[in-house]
């Protein structure tokens, strides 16, 4: 089983930066690509970045050159620098972790909101 636990997110105005982070636990080693996602009220969590243990990564047409993803595999630590918010970025953010081997399969934070003013 892999934990994840998220922070950051809140209220910030259109322009501005917000940095969420997330700290896995458990039996991190089985942990393969770590990611976020984001949920809009009545639609389904999409992807928004993701990187892959050797930290390669991959954006969403959205927020490629605005989003930052990054990973620390020493320290369990995957954040997101969000840069440049517009208000069509306002959702919950979720963390995800795919894990490989045992207790295979995709785990998720509780969700952080993060709500961009105009």
């Known amino acids: 089983q892999v934990q994840l636990a998220e922070s950051g997110g809140g209220l910030v105005q259109a322009g501005g930066s917000l940095r969420l982070s997330c700290v896995a636990s458990?039996?991190?080693?089985?942990?393969?690509?770590m990611g976020w996602f984001r949920q809009f009220p009545g639609r389904d969590r999409e992807v928004v970045a993701r990187?892959?243990?050797?930290?390669?990564?991959e954006y969403t047409n959205a927020v490629k050159g605005r989003f930052i993803i990054s990973r620390d595999n020493t320290k369990n630590l995957l954040t997101l620098e969000m840069n440049s918010l517009k208000p069509d970025d306002t959702a919950v953010y979720y963390c995800?972790?795919?894990?490989?081997?045992?207790?295979?399969?995709?785990?998720w934070g509780q969700g952080t909101q993060v709500t961009v003013s105009s």
């Open positions: 995800n972790a795919y894990v490989t081997g045992v207790g295979k399969g995709h785990y």
């Open positions: 990187v892959g243990p050797g930290g390669d990564t």
């Open positions: 458990g039996r991190t080693s089985g942990i393969n690509y």
